[in-house]
């Protein structure tokens, strides 16, 4: 993915599909190879609700979850997907699970890993300087939007609707996504999975820098779950990675190096 010279042409596109809306916004390549790709983003997010939705008793994931199917059975996706929540399991020391009440659920990689992937599916469409796929708010971005201009993602305030706590720019980097996990959307649906009940913290968002959505989206639901104290240490110690965690209580806490992405 070339820098560009001058600014691009910009396709955008908004989709709502897994229960969220998918916004896309394309810099550069032909509008029409663009639009092409476009659809087959928008097809393959589809493609993934239609696997991976637990929602419906005829998703492969449901039918793999209830014995009427193995895992050699499934779309190879499937085996992807739990190879990477089985990692980030272990990586996590089991905060992050792909269980949930005892039964699979991927749910809390799946949204991030279709996102990215999407993202790069655009990126590699020939003359494309830029992408970014929002999907529920959690980020991918690649390339950059124009000449001299990074991408930059404002992250909500959780106890201040419509506000900003913070403003995280990609400048100097090619790769970067930005993923919040916490109550202010969806409620309470973060689960303990040392309890198997809703996780009880101080916390009421985080949010993951990291290069990957796969992986930044597994890190915010695994901190959250550990709570303020635990969940900032465990994110200090993982490379190439930086969050912002805000309690109930209006406290902000940072990792180290986050103050590089503000702006």
């Known amino acids: 993915m070339a820098e560009p010279t001058q600014a691009p042409a910009a396709v955008r596109h908004a989709e709502e599909v897994m229960g969220t809306v998918f916004s896309f916004d394309v810099r550069g390549g032909d509008p029409g190879a663009v639009r092409s ?12 609700d239609e696997v991976f939705s ?56 799946v949204k991030g890993w279709s996102v990215e992937r999407a993202a790069r599916r655009l990126a590699d469409v020939a003359g494309v300087t830029g992408v970014s796929v929002n999907g529920g708010g959690d980020v991918q971005l690649l390339g950059v939007p124009g000449p001299q201009r990074p991408w930059r993602v404002g992250i909500s305030d959780p106890l201040r609707p419509g506000g900003l706590a913070a403003v995280i720019s990609a400048a100097g980097l090619t790769e970067l996504a930005v993923a919040t996990s916490g109550t202010a959307e969806r409620g309470t649906h973060i689960v303990d999975p040392r309890t198997g009940r809703s996780a009880v913290t101080d916390l009421v968002a985080v949010t993951v820098v990291a290069p990957e959505l796969t992986w930044a989206d597994c890190w915010a639901t ?42």
């Open 222 to 263: 695994a901190a959250f779950a550990m709570g303020s104290r635990q969940g900032l240490r465990w994110l200090e110690a993982l490379p190439g990675v930086e969050a912002l965690l805000i309690t109930a209580g209006d406290e902000v806490r940072c990792t180290g190096g986050l103050a590089a992405r503000l702006g």
């Open 37 to 48: 790709a476009l659809e087959e983003a928008v097809a393959g997010l589809r493609r993934v």
């Open 54 to 109: 637990t929602y419906r008793d005829d998703s492969q994931i449901s039918r793999l979850a209830c014995g009427e199917l193995t895992v050699d059975d499934c779309a190879p996706e499937v085996a992807e997907v739990l190879d990477l929540g089985a990692e980030a399991e272990r990586l996590s020391e089991g905060w992050f699970s792909t269980t949930y009440e005892g039964r699979l659920d991927p749910t809390g990689i």
